[in-house]
């Protein structure tokens, strides 16, 4: 079944160790989102790719970074977790980005950081 | 700016009862409306969506209906199951935008 995968689904990391969290698609789609959830909030789009564009939100802190290698994986980076950045993780990908085009999400990764 | 105000829960219900959760929204364009749905440890899927005004969104029994003059996409089931229970997330998206506005969920617990 086509699908958004992430990995892991649980990860557990010491405030200040750098952490990549892991999303691939089967989707083929062009478009891949990352969204940081907190206990309670709504998701929270942190960038998004369209196709190789990287499109950061305005206040994304500069601690976090994403990279895409191919169409199907993209990687979270966070450089030096502080507590207030454990969270759930959501990974998404879309078609195409202009226009409201449905989003597809993956199960998660849920970080704590001790 | 883009928001999306959705009824507070949690929100417990016995199983048949009718379901509504009520979501409003803000938007400077003419955004589409969705319902997600998230079950436990799970992501979230897409449960419904509605594209322009008056047009009904419907999926395994639970409907929405885009009304422009009030602003509201609210979820309705006539009779809910126990596997109903999840957290339900309103969500807009406006034409041209990349992102994706959400509330802030609704818990449903569904007893027997």
């Known amino acids: 079944d086509a699908m958004v995968i992430q990995n892991p689904r649980y990860q557990v990391t010491q405030f200040g160790k750098p952490v990549t969290l892991s999303c691939s698609q089967t989707l083929n789609h062009n478009v891949m989102y990352w969204y940081q959830q907190k206990s309670s909030q709504a998701p929270k789009l942190l960038f998004h790719y369209y196709d190789k564009d990287f499109n950061n939100e305005a206040d994304t802190p500069d601690n976090f970074q994403s990279r895409r290698p191919n169409t199907s994986f993209c990687f979270l980076d966070i450089r030096s977790p502080g507590l207030g950045d454990a969270a759930m993780y959501l990974c998404?990908?879309?078609?195409?980005?202009?226009?409201?085009?449905?989003?597809?999400f993956g199960p998660g990764t849920r970080l704590l950081v001790l | 700016g883009d928001s999306v105000t959705q009824m507070e829960g949690p929100v417990t219900l016995s199983e048949e009862a009718f379901l509504t959760i009520n979501c409003t929204y803000t938007a400077t364009g003419y955004p589409s409306l969705f319902w997600y749905v998230q079950y436990p440890g799970e992501g979230l899927q897409l449960l419904l969506k509605?594209?322009?005004?008056?047009d009904k969104g419907s999926n395994k029994g639970f409907e929405a209906t885009y009304r422009k003059e009030t602003t509201s996409f609210h979820l309705e089931k006539g009779s809910v199951q126990v596997s109903d229970s999840a957290v339900y997330f309103c969500?807009?998206?406006?034409?041209?935008?990349?992102?994706?506005?959400f509330g802030t969920g609704t818990r449903l617990t569904v007893i027997p």
């Open positions: 969500a807009l998206s406006d034409r041209g935008a990349n992102n994706l506005f």
């Open positions: 998404a990908t879309s078609r195409d980005s202009q226009g409201p085009e449905t989003q597809y």
């Open positions: 509605a594209t322009k005004a008056d």
